[in-house]
T-cell receptor, first 111, second 116 residues
C-alpha cells in the first residue's frame, strides 16, 4: 500500500519568515495531493491541494509544488504569521483509494 | 447540513463496554470516510463508503469494529468490547466526488473516545 513520509515533525520559524514542509510517497499511481491544517482540538481543514497534471499551485501565501518523478511534494508558507501555528498534514490518494496521511508537522511561528 | 456533524463530541467508556459513534455527512456527499487519530499522530484510515456500499474496510483494526451507512447518508461506527488501545479521536469525513476523481474531504470535529 501507499507509504507517506513527512518532514520535519516540528518546525519553528520567526514571524515573517518562510516555512517549508516536505512529503514523499511510494505509489507512482497516486494523483491527488492535499494539505490539511489542524489547530489544537479542532478538525483538519483542507488548505490547498494539487493534482498530478500540474507542478505547482499557489493561493496567496500558500503554495504546493509536486515532483512526480521523484515522488515528493512540498508545502510552502511565506510571510508566516502567528495564526499559521498548527499541525500540518500532507495526504496522498490514487483516485479510487482513500487518502493516506503523513504523520504531521507541528509548525510554531514565533512573534 | 452546512458541515459534517459527529456525535457525541466526547465519550468515556469503561473497558469492555460497547460504543456507537455517529456521523452526519454533508447532504449529497457520496463518499464517507472514517479515520482514527491517536494523540500526536496523523489520521489513520479505517473504512470508506460510497453511498451505502462499504467499499473498503481494510483499516478496521479488529472484528470488534463495525461500520454501516444503511441509507447512504448517516453512518455509525460501532466498537464492541472497547479496550484501552481504542482511545483516540475518531474522525468522519465526507466528499462530494465518488471514485475515480478524488476531491478534498470535509472533516467533522471528531469524537474523542477515552476507554478507562
Amino acid at each position: 500500500g501507499e507509504n507517506v513520509e513527512q518532514h520535519p515533525s516540528t518546525l519553528s520559524v520567526q514571524e515573517g519568515d518562510s516555512a517549508v514542509i516536505k512529503c514523499t510517497y511510494s505509489d507512482s499511481a497516486s494523483n491527488y495531493f492535499p494539505w490539511y491544517k489542524q489547530e489544537l482540538g479542532k478538525r483538519p481543514q483542507l488548505i490547498i491541494d494539487i493534482r498530478s497534471n500540474v507542478g505547482e499551485k499557489k493561493d496567496q501565501r500558500i503554495a504546493v509544488t509536486l515532483n512526480k518523478t521523484a515522488k515528493h511534494f512540498s508545502l510552502h508558507i511565506t510571510e508566516t504569521q502567528p495564526e499559521d501555528s498548527a499541525v500540518y498534514f500532507c495526504a496522498v490518494s490514487g483516485g479510487n483509494t482513500p487518502l493516506v496521511f503523513g504523520k504531521g508537522t507541528r509548525l510554531s511561528v514565533i512573534a | 447540513g452546512a458541515g459534517v456533524s459527529q456525535s457525541p463530541r466526547y465519550k468515556v467508556a469503561k473497558r469492555g463496554q460497547d460504543v456507537a459513534l455517529r456521523c452526519d455527512p454533508i447532504s449529497g456527499h457520496v463518499s464517507l470516510f472514517w479515520y482514527q487519530q491517536a494523540l500526536g499522530q496523523g489520521p489513520e484510515f479505517l473504512t470508506y463508503f460510497q453511498n451505502e456500499a462499504q467499499l473498503d474496510k481494510s483499516g478496521l483494526p479488529s472484528d470488534r469494529f463495525f461500520a454501516e451507512r444503511p441509507e447512504g447518508s448517516v453512518s455509525t461506527l460501532k466498537i464492541q468490547r472497547t479496550q484501552q488501545e481504542d482511545s483516540a479521536v475518531y474522525l468522519c469525513a465526507s466528499s462530494l466526488a465518488g471514485s475515480p476523481r478524488p476531491a478534498g474531504y470535509t472533516f467533522g470535529s471528531g469524537t474523542r473516545l477515552t476507554v478507562v
